[in-house]
Every structure is written in structure tokens, then in C-alpha cells.
T-cell receptor, first 110, second 116 residues
Framework: DQQVKQNSPSLSVQEGRISILNCDYT??????FLWYKKYPAEGPTFLISISSIKDKNEDGRFTVFLNKSAKHLSLHIVPSQPGDSAVYFCAASAHNDMRFGAGTRLTVKP | KAGVTQTPRYLIKTRGQQVTLSCSPISGHRSVSWYQQTPGQGLQFLFEYFSETQRNKGNFPGRFSGRQFSNSRSEMNVSTLELGDSALYLC???????????????FGPGTRLTVL
């Protein structure tokens, strides 16, 4: 059961522009959301997170937005850099449970 | 502090064989979770071990099993391998004391298993 969905398998943007990665979830029990970044031959690394009591969290070039009523979150990267090219996974957690999306491959072109 | 290590990094097996993968967590971390990553499916949760006990389990068949040792190192075993078991197997460690341990996971580089 896909409780966390990333409907775009890939995304390509120009260097310097904004990258927007989307994620939808179905389980209203999820109350903490995370984004991970994965390079080839490496494990996922934590990028940014947001609690359900917030609707926005910002860390440098990365901002995560949460719309609880729509059960939707998004990751904005501004400005995008070639080094951001990777697979991005969103994850949602509740007590003793965490689910991941299928990932979105972001390519940032110079 | 050393990160999460997984051995071996690559493995090729044939159908019907069994395989054991190993994961050493970050020092002091007591929780180890295992995930299977396949294209289009993302990371699928296999199970979590905390203090040598399985604390949580995903929806995988009984061919997939694991254990954790007193030093928190964990092994995952897959018996009677099938072609569909070809995947990247990731383990993640966390301090693990609370049910919110998933929010503090650090992943290893994974073991790429190919079943022929």
C-alpha cells in the first residue's frame, strides 16, 4: 500500500532556477515528514524535516511546505545547483511507523 | 564518529540460494532498521531491531528474517532467493530509545544484491 506517493519519477531544471518536488500521503496519523537525498552508491542522507504543527520549514536553499488538509508536502530548492542532482525521497512517520515514497530523480542542468 | 557500515557491498546469487547481509550501526545506536529499495517502489520497510528484539516488521514473506547481536550489529537473511529479490538493501541506525527513532535514522551505503 502506497501511503506515501511521489508521482513524478523525474524532474529536470536549469541551474539557478527553482526545483519543486512533490509528495502526497494518505494516512492522517503521520505527523512528521522528512526529505532524504540519495546519490548513486550511497545511502540516503537526511535533508530537512517538518512537524505537522508547522506549515513551513526553511534551511538555507531548502524549504519544505506542508499542507495538512491536502495531505501534501513539497520541497523547494532555490537556487538549484548541479550538485543537487540526486534522487529525493520523502518520508512520513508516526509512532513506530515510517513510510517512504518511490523517489524523484532531480537533474539540474548547467 | 564512524557511520553505518554494510557488508558486503555487492553480491551475486542464484535462485534458490540463501544470503546473509551484515550491518554495523553507529556507535551507541541501539536500533537498526532494514529496507529494500527497488526502482519504482522506493524504500520498503523490512523490519527493525532494538536491543536484540524485533520491534517492528513490514509486509515481507517469512523468507526474510533478521537478528541483532548484543553489540547492536544486525544481520539480515533471505532464504530461497527469487529473481524479484534483486534490490539494494539498506540498513539504518538510530539511537532508538523512543518510538520516534525513525526520525533520527542514518543510512548505510547499502548492499546491492543481484539474483540470477
Amino acid at each position: 500500500d502506497q501511503q506515501v506517493k511521489q508521482n513524478s519519477p523525474s524532474l529536470s531544471v536549469q541551474e539557478g532556477r527553482i526545483s519543486i518536488l512533490n509528495c502526497d500521503y494518505t494516512n492522517s496519523m503521520f505527523d512528521y515528514f522528512l526529505w532524504y537525498k540519495k546519490y548513486p552508491a550511497e545511502g540516503p542522507t537526511f535533508l530537512i524535516s517538518i512537524s505537522s504543527i508547522k506549515d513551513k520549514n526553511e534551511d538555507g536553499r531548502f524549504t519544505v511546505f506542508l499542507n495538512k488538509s491536502a495531505k501534501h508536502l513539497s520541497l523547494h530548492i532555490v537556487p538549484s545547483q548541479p550538485g543537487d542532482s540526486a534522487v529525493y525521497f520523502c518520508a512520513a512517520s508516526a509512532h513506530n511507523d515510517m513510510r517512504f515514497g518511490a523517489g524523484t530523480r532531480l537533474t539540474v542542468k548547467p | 564518529k564512524a557511520g553505518v557500515t554494510q557488508t558486503p557491498r555487492y553480491l551475486i546469487k542464484t535462485r534458490g540460494q540463501q544470503v546473509t547481509l551484515s550491518c554495523s550501526p553507529i556507535s551507541g545506536h541501539r536500533s537498526v532498521s532494514w529496507y529494500q529499495q527497488t526502482p519504482g517502489q522506493g524504500l520498503q520497510f523490512l523490519f527493525e531491531y532494538f536491543s536484540e528484539t524485533q520491534r517492528n516488521k513490514g509486509n515481507f514473506p517469512g523468507r526474510f528474517s533478521g537478528r541483532q547481536f548484543s553489540n547492536s550489529r544486525s544481520e539480515m537473511n533471505v532464504s530461497t532467493l527469487e529473481l524479484g529479490d534483486s534490490a539494494l538493501y539498506l540498513c539504518a541506525s538510530s539511537p532508538g530509545a523512543s518510538g520516534r527513532s525513525y526520525n533520527e535514522q542514518f543510512f548505510g551505503p547499502g548492499t546491492r544484491l543481484t539474483v540470477l
